[in-house]
């Protein structure tokens, strides 16, 4: 194959092909050419000459030129040129230079050329890739079309025109299928470089899909008049999506539903049938969830904002409805507020209250040397522990139907005579255990936590000070396919992961490993921080 013998315009015609079909730059194809073309220039004048090859964009002219290193004494005549040899081609060549010597064209032979194809083959792909990597890298979160070009193994490769994407079978609805020419829409949810090219991801199962799909086809989303604050699903089953108006006269259910639920019908259709339930979305967490679990109606709910957990109530006949076939209704409820959610009967909660109400009476009674009546009249007047009773107001205790000041008083002193009782005990226990004073001068450490922590081997500042927060609240991990819990030092204190970093800190203070000032400075920050990602996600 005679390249080099190619005349001048084919060679800029065979550029301009390249670069029309492949969608890439002219002058990348040149370069291409220009390095196989010098390979194969390297195949015929030896491996180690250091020929570069020039191909003029305007004329197409081709330049073959051998660079040599300007030395006073040669030892590699492939690579390198004394000064007088130097001189004849460039008169004021100085050692250290580098001289072109031209070279003059010749035919390649058929190795040579099926070489110079590789190169420019390998290169013209890289400029490719670089280029599909550069057109979706910013594209990650669009919904796009194409057309199904081939499915493997059940994964879908997808065309897009100026480039192929993967639809994984795990990213597909179930019991979807396509086939080869199928229009498709999907999600990019991701784009990556890799050793084989840029793979973009597409999926049809990703939440925001969905959210997508409405933005189409409402337009008060796309005018950001209706906004989308969560959405969970349960993907080719059912989904839950929350909204709200930014406008008070824009209904953003009916919005979202359209006439006669023409706009909420074809996001359905898009998805293969699955039912959508369209939820307002308020600032208050308890009517949040209540709308989450529509269809379900919900008697009561009790909020547990320290541990994220809810505790609903629904009528004994709408318990079944409330948590769904299989569990459905409530894990998307709780996906779509960040809550755990508990669900219980009426007559569940009652038994649970009726329970609660005898052990805090019993506690009661035992504790103060009291009767049975008594101690259920503390615990019908809302008092839940010995410490309430021991330093409510002595008003509010004298205020009770049948109590005067001195019964008040005296249930005050048996109160405060039993947690001192109580207190010496647990110190007793803590020093039988080995558990140094000094920890009990931690900001936020009580007696029954240093009893505990003697129980875990944690007897000092230093050793609480070197705790992760896991080490105390305890955490999950996978075993055998099933997740198992380990608990933690202060497991049962109903401590969150916050409270037990704060009491880490406090430690490390204490030890002198941080000072008081830097502990500050590192809650302020984090506290600028919490406040940014809220602007944000607003």
């Known amino acids: 194959m005679a390249v080099v013998s190619a005349n001048r315009l084919e060679l800029l015609q065979?550029?301009?092909?390249?670069?029309?079909?492949?969608?890439?730059?002219?002058?990348?194809?040149?370069?291409?050419?220009?390095?196989?073309?010098?390979?194969?220039?390297?195949?015929?004048?030896g491996a180690e000459t250091d020929i570069h090859a020039e191909i003029n964009p305007r004329t197409g002219e081709l330049r073959l030129a051998r660079h040599l290193l300007v030395v006073d004494q040669v030892e590699n005549y492939a690579t390198e040129i004394d000064l007088v040899g130097a001189r004849r081609l460039n008169p004021a060549a100085q050692v250290g230079d580098s001289i072109a010597d031209t070279l003059p064209p010749f035919d390649f032979g058929r190795i040579a050329a099926q070489s110079a194809k590789q190169v420019i083959v390998q290169k013209v792909r890289e400029a490719e890739r670089d280029r599909q990597y550069e057109e979706f890298k910013d594209r990650i979160g669009e919904v796009i079309n194409g057309a199904v070009k081939r499915v493997e193994y059940g994964n879908v490769v997808v065309d897009l025109g100026k480039g192929e994407a993967s639809l994984r079978r795990d990213e597909l609805l179930p019991r979807e299928v396509f086939k080869v020419g199928d229009r498709i829409r999907a999600y990019v949810y991701d784009v990556r470089r890799e050793p084989r090219g840029p793979q973009i991801f597409l999926s049809r199962t990703h939440p925001q899909f969905m959210a997508k799909l409405f933005a189409q086809e409402v337009p008060e989303i796309y005018d950001n008049i209706v906004e989308i604050k969560a959405v969970a699903r349960d993907p080719g089953s059912r989904a839950k999506i929350a909204v709200t108006s930014r406008d008070t006269s824009v209904d953003p259910v009916g919005a979202c539903v359209g006439m006669r639920g023409s706009r909420v019908q074809a996001v359905v259709n898009e998805l293969q049938g699955e039912k959508i339930d369209i939820i307002p979305w308020s600032n208050d967490v308890a009517t949040f969830i209540v709308n989450a679990l529509a269809p379900a109606e919900v008697v009561k709910v009790v909020l547990d904002e320290d541990r994220e957990r809810i505790e609903v109530v629904v009528p004994d006949a709408q318990l079944s409805l409330a948590i769904g076939r299989r569990g459905q209704n409530v894990r998307l409820a709780s996906q779509l507020t960040g809550w755990d959610i508990d669900i219980m009967t009426e007559a569940e909660e009652s038994e649970r209250r009726q329970k609660e109400f005898a052990e805090r009476s019993k506690i009661f009674a035992e504790a103060l040397d009291l009767d049975e009546m008594m101690g259920q009249l503390l615990a019908s007047e809302g008092f839940a522990t010995v410490e309430e009773l021991a330093y409510?107001?002595?008003?509010?205790?004298?205020?009770?139907?049948?109590?005067?000041?001195?019964?008040?008083?005296?249930?005050?002193?048996r109160a405060q005579g039993h947690l001192a009782q109580v207190e010496a005990e647990l110190d007793e226990r803590r020093r039988a255990l080995g558990v140094e004073d000094e920890l009990r001068e931690v900001p936020g450490v009580t007696s029954p936590m240093l009893?505990?922590?003697?129980?875990?081997?944690?007897?000092?500042?230093?050793?609480?000070?070197?705790?992760?927060?896991?080490?105390?609240v305890g955490w999950s991990e996978r075993k055998d396919g099933e997740t198992v819990r380990i608990a933690g030092a202060l497991e049962g204190f109903q401590l969150s992961k916050e409270d037990a970093e704060a009491l880490i800190m406090q430690a490390r203070v204490?030890?002198?490993?941080?000072?008081?000032?830097?502990?500050?400075?590192?809650?302020d920050e984090a506290e600028e921080t919490t406040e940014e990602d809220a602007g944000n996600a607003a």
């Not at 409510?392 to 002193?413: H, K, M, R, W, Y």
């Not at 875990?456 to 992760?468: F, P, Q, R, T």
């Not at 002198?512 to 500050?520: D, F, P």
């Open 14 to 45: 065979i550029a301009d092909a390249v670069a029309r079909e492949k969608s890439i730059d002219r002058h990348i194809v040149i370069a291409a050419m220009e390095d196989a073309i010098a390979k194969a220039a390297r195949s015929r004048y």
């Open 392 to 413: 409510v107001p002595i008003n509010e205790l004298a205020s009770i139907e049948g109590f005067d000041e001195d019964t008040a008083q005296e249930l005050q002193n």
């Open 451 to 472: 009893v505990a922590f003697g129980e875990n081997d944690i007897k000092s500042v230093e050793d609480l000070a070197g705790c992760a927060t896991d080490d105390l």
């Open 510 to 523: 204490k030890a002198g490993w941080i000072s008081a000032e830097e502990l500050a400075q590192a809650g």
